[in-house]
Protein backbone atom coordinates (compact mmCIF):
# COMPACT_ATOMS: atom_id res chain seq x y z
CA UNK A 1 0.00 0.00 0.00
CA UNK A 2 1.62 3.66 -0.70
CA UNK A 3 2.20 5.78 1.97
CA UNK A 4 0.50 9.31 2.54
CA UNK A 5 3.65 11.16 0.82
CA UNK A 6 3.31 8.92 -2.05
CA UNK A 7 -0.77 9.07 -2.69
CA UNK A 8 -0.31 13.28 -2.51
CA UNK A 9 2.27 13.45 -4.22
CA UNK A 10 1.99 11.19 -7.49
CA UNK A 11 -0.27 11.96 -10.65
CA UNK A 12 -2.09 9.60 -12.53
CA UNK A 13 -4.34 9.74 -15.50
CA UNK A 14 -6.04 7.10 -17.21
CA UNK A 15 -8.38 8.27 -20.77
CA UNK A 16 -10.50 6.22 -22.82
CA UNK A 17 -13.17 6.22 -25.64
CA UNK A 18 -16.30 4.35 -25.16
CA UNK A 19 -19.59 3.66 -27.44
CA UNK A 20 -22.17 6.10 -25.99
CA UNK A 21 -24.41 3.09 -24.71
CA UNK A 22 -25.38 1.34 -21.97
CA UNK A 23 -22.46 -1.37 -22.06
CA UNK A 24 -20.20 1.65 -22.44
CA UNK A 25 -21.47 3.33 -19.45
CA UNK A 26 -20.93 -0.26 -17.73
CA UNK A 27 -17.24 -0.35 -18.99
CA UNK A 28 -16.41 3.01 -17.75
CA UNK A 29 -17.24 2.13 -14.18
CA UNK A 30 -15.99 -1.35 -14.33
CA UNK A 31 -12.90 0.40 -15.59
CA UNK A 32 -12.48 3.00 -13.05
CA UNK A 33 -13.17 0.47 -10.40
CA UNK A 34 -10.06 -1.52 -11.71
CA UNK A 35 -7.75 1.34 -12.12
CA UNK A 36 -8.54 2.94 -8.85
CA UNK A 37 -7.49 -0.10 -7.36
CA UNK A 38 -4.64 -1.15 -9.77
CA UNK A 39 -3.24 2.53 -8.06
CA UNK A 40 -3.94 1.83 -4.35
CA UNK A 41 -6.97 4.77 -4.27
CA UNK A 42 -10.70 4.03 -2.53
CA UNK A 43 -12.96 3.52 -5.39
CA UNK A 44 -16.52 3.13 -4.02
CA UNK A 45 -17.84 6.49 -3.97
CA UNK A 46 -15.54 7.10 -7.39
CA UNK A 47 -17.53 3.98 -8.80
CA UNK A 48 -20.95 5.44 -8.63
CA UNK A 49 -20.29 9.04 -9.67
CA UNK A 50 -18.82 7.44 -12.93
CA UNK A 51 -21.47 5.46 -12.87
CA UNK A 52 -23.94 8.59 -13.14
CA UNK A 53 -22.23 10.63 -15.22
CA UNK A 54 -21.45 8.05 -17.98
CA UNK A 55 -25.23 7.01 -17.87
CA UNK A 56 -25.96 10.45 -18.19
CA UNK A 57 -23.51 10.86 -21.38
CA UNK A 58 -25.17 8.16 -22.63
CA UNK A 59 -28.39 8.84 -22.26
CA UNK A 60 -28.52 12.59 -22.51
CA UNK A 61 -25.60 13.57 -24.57
CA UNK A 62 -25.51 10.57 -27.26
CA UNK A 63 -24.91 11.00 -31.14
CA UNK A 64 -25.02 8.26 -32.87
CA UNK A 65 -22.49 7.40 -34.53
CA UNK A 66 -19.90 9.30 -31.82
CA UNK A 67 -18.31 7.95 -28.96
CA UNK A 68 -17.99 9.47 -24.83
CA UNK A 69 -14.37 10.10 -23.79
CA UNK A 70 -13.92 9.35 -19.87
CA UNK A 71 -10.92 10.57 -18.05
CA UNK A 72 -9.84 9.28 -14.70
CA UNK A 73 -7.20 11.75 -12.13
CA UNK A 74 -5.79 10.80 -9.24
CA UNK A 75 -3.80 13.68 -7.80
CA UNK A 76 -2.99 15.28 -4.83
CA UNK A 77 -5.50 13.58 -2.49
CA UNK A 78 -8.27 14.20 -5.42
CA UNK A 79 -10.18 12.18 -7.82
CA UNK A 80 -11.34 13.46 -10.53
CA UNK A 81 -13.88 12.09 -13.10
CA UNK A 82 -14.46 13.50 -16.28
CA UNK A 83 -17.17 12.48 -18.75
CA UNK A 84 -16.87 14.54 -22.18
CA UNK A 85 -19.77 14.14 -24.59
CA UNK A 86 -20.68 15.68 -28.36
CA UNK A 87 -23.89 17.60 -27.08
CA UNK A 88 -22.34 20.37 -25.77
CA UNK A 89 -25.70 22.40 -25.80
CA UNK A 90 -27.83 19.96 -23.57
CA UNK A 91 -26.17 20.71 -20.08
CA UNK A 92 -27.12 18.90 -17.07
CA UNK A 93 -28.99 20.57 -14.48
CA UNK A 94 -29.63 19.67 -10.85
CA UNK A 95 -33.05 18.39 -10.17
CA UNK A 96 -35.01 17.71 -7.47
CA UNK A 97 -37.93 15.37 -8.77
CA UNK A 98 -41.24 14.30 -6.39
CA UNK A 99 -41.52 10.74 -4.84
CA UNK A 100 -43.42 9.10 -7.72
CA UNK A 101 -40.88 10.03 -10.60
CA UNK A 102 -38.64 7.23 -10.85
CA UNK A 103 -35.46 9.50 -12.43
CA UNK A 104 -33.56 12.27 -12.34
CA UNK A 105 -31.60 11.67 -8.90
CA UNK A 106 -28.28 10.75 -10.69
CA UNK A 107 -27.17 14.26 -10.05
CA UNK A 108 -28.14 14.05 -6.52
CA UNK A 109 -26.15 11.59 -5.95
CA UNK A 110 -23.00 13.09 -7.52
CA UNK A 111 -23.69 16.02 -5.25
CA UNK A 112 -23.68 14.50 -2.27
CA UNK A 113 -20.22 12.06 -3.14
CA UNK A 114 -18.36 14.84 -4.76
CA UNK A 115 -16.42 17.46 -3.39
CA UNK A 116 -17.35 19.54 -6.51
CA UNK A 117 -18.81 18.90 -9.97
CA UNK A 118 -19.55 21.28 -12.71
CA UNK A 119 -19.43 21.58 -16.75
CA UNK A 120 -16.86 22.49 -18.73
CA UNK A 121 -18.41 23.76 -22.44
CA UNK A 122 -16.26 23.12 -25.33
CA UNK A 123 -14.52 22.77 -27.59
CA UNK A 124 -17.58 22.56 -30.19
CA UNK A 125 -19.72 20.70 -30.24
CA UNK A 126 -18.58 18.95 -27.12
CA UNK A 127 -19.16 19.47 -23.14
CA UNK A 128 -17.31 17.74 -20.33
CA UNK A 129 -19.03 16.89 -17.00
CA UNK A 130 -16.59 16.37 -14.00
CA UNK A 131 -16.71 15.85 -10.51
CA UNK A 132 -13.73 15.64 -7.66
CA UNK A 133 -13.85 14.02 -4.95
CA UNK A 134 -11.20 13.88 -1.97
CA UNK A 135 -9.23 10.97 -1.66
CA UNK A 136 -8.77 10.17 2.18
CA UNK A 137 -5.22 9.91 3.53
CA UNK A 138 -3.92 6.63 3.66
CA UNK A 139 -2.36 5.30 6.74
CA UNK A 140 1.14 3.98 6.91
CA UNK A 141 1.44 1.19 8.37
Given at each position: METETQLHATAR???????????????ARLLATEQLRTWG?????????????????VTHGRVPGRDFRFTLLATHGVI???????????VPE??????EEEAGRGLQLVEALAARWGVTPG??????T???????????N
Open positions: QFTVLLSATPRGARLVPFEAAAHVVAELAANARIEVTDTRGERLRHPGDPAPRKTWAELSVPRARV
